[in-house]
């Protein structure tokens, strides 16, 4: 079986932009419900609404595989599976070790997904000597020391960083040195690598504080919506009683005349 080591995928060679190679894992995951479901076609409005883009987008991205529907028909489910798996390079088996096996790298250890999208966990990774040779997820853990001799055993290209901020340099330096291409960090710390490395940082309380400001921001709306509601509401004459009151300058006078 072929190993991440020694075949890329084709994305960059073939000219396609970040942001579409960004989309696709979203096309694919939209594409992979309709194929469990044994839908044969799908048209841009229905995959672009399902992938939550717009579908002009979804058919400019589509061109870059060179694949452009069939007219009143749609696009083939199976074989756009097909095309985004091997662009995305998930026809092939990908070998990734995860460092830093505590309660988030025994999540992502146990998560069932990978091996279904291409992945395979080749080993769990810990600095703690009491975690050696405990088995998550039915894979036993080893120890830190090995790490440069796992990488090169098991032919490696893609790292997962899970551990706390300060050790998640020292680690991606030596995944690096190991031969370590692509890097999925979830350490909250912004890792510093050479040309020729890709990082993808995934930080769930930045995530967080997006969502919070999006709040904020519904809640601002809500509130100025409400005493727009409220001054609509209030009668005609009232405003104008309240107009009468006021001075010259449009200000309440100090004394109000007898």
């Given at each position: 079986?072929?190993?991440?080591?020694?075949?890329?995928?084709?994305?960059?060679?073939?000219?396609?932009?970040?942001?579409?190679?960004?989309?696709?894992?979203?096309?694919?995951?939209?594409?992979?419900?309709?194929?469990?479901?044994?839908?044969?076609?799908?048209?841009?409005?229905?995959?672009?609404?399902?992938?939550?883009?717009?579908?002009?987008?979804?058919?400019?991205?589509?061109?870059?595989?060179?694949?452009?529907?069939?007219?009143?028909?749609?696009?083939?489910?199976?074989?756009?599976?097909?095309?985004?798996?091997?662009?995305?390079?998930?026809?092939?088996?990908?070998?990734?070790?995860?460092?830093?096996?505590?309660?988030?790298?025994?999540?992502?250890?146990?998560?069932?997904?990978?091996?279904?999208?291409?992945?395979?966990?080749?080993?769990?990774?810990?600095?703690?000597?009491?975690?050696?040779?405990?088995?998550?997820?039915?894979?036993?853990?080893?120890?830190?020391?090995?790490?440069?001799?796992?990488?090169?055993?098991?032919?490696?290209?893609?790292?997962?960083?899970?551990?706390?901020?300060?050790?998640?340099?020292?680690?991606?330096?030596?995944?690096?040195?190991?031969?370590?291409?692509?890097?999925?960090?979830?350490?909250?710390?912004?890792?510093?690598?050479?040309?020729?490395?890709?990082?993808?940082?995934?930080?769930?309380?930045i995530e967080l504080q997006i969502?919070?400001?999006?709040?904020?921001?519904?809640?601002?709306?809500?509130?100025?919506?409400?005493?727009?509601?409220?001054?609509?509401?209030?009668?005609?004459?009232?405003?104008?009683?309240?107009?009468?009151?006021?001075?010259?300058?449009?200000?309440?006078?100090?004394?109000?005349?007898?």
């Amino acid at each position: 079986m072929a190993t991440g080591r020694t075949h890329r995928p084709a994305t960059r060679s073939r000219g396609i932009p970040e942001a579409t190679v960004a989309r696709l894992p979203l096309y694919l995951r939209a594409l992979t419900a309709l194929s469990e479901r044994s839908v044969p076609t799908v048209s841009s409005e229905e995959l672009a609404a399902a992938a939550g883009v717009n579908s002009a987008k979804l058919r400019k991205d589509f061109s870059y595989l060179g694949s452009y529907g069939t007219r009143g028909v749609g696009y083939d489910v199976e074989y756009l599976v097909y095309q985004i798996s091997r662009e995305l390079g998930l026809t092939q088996d990908w070998p990734v070790v995860i460092v830093g096996i505590g309660n988030l790298g025994a999540a992502l250890a146990n998560y069932g997904g990978f091996a279904s999208r291409g992945f395979r966990v080749a080993a769990l990774i810990d600095a703690d000597p009491a975690m050696a040779g405990k088995p998550v997820a039915g894979i036993p853990v080893q120890h830190t020391d090995e790490l440069e001799s796992i990488i090169r055993d098991n032919g490696v290209s893609i790292g997962v960083i899970a551990t706390p901020a300060g050790a998640a340099q020292q680690v991606c330096d030596r995944l690096v040195a190991a031969g370590v291409t692509s890097i999925l960090n979830f350490a909250p710390t912004v890792l510093s690598v050479p040309d020729g490395v890709d990082v993808r940082k995934v930080d769930l309380s930045i995530e967080l504080q997006i969502l919070a400001f999006h709040e904020q921001r519904k809640a601002g709306e809500e509130a100025a919506a409400e005493v727009t509601a409220q001054a609509a509401a209030v009668p005609a004459t009232t405003r104008e009683e309240s107009a009468t009151d006021q001075g010259p300058d449009g200000d309440v006078p100090a004394v109000m005349p007898a």
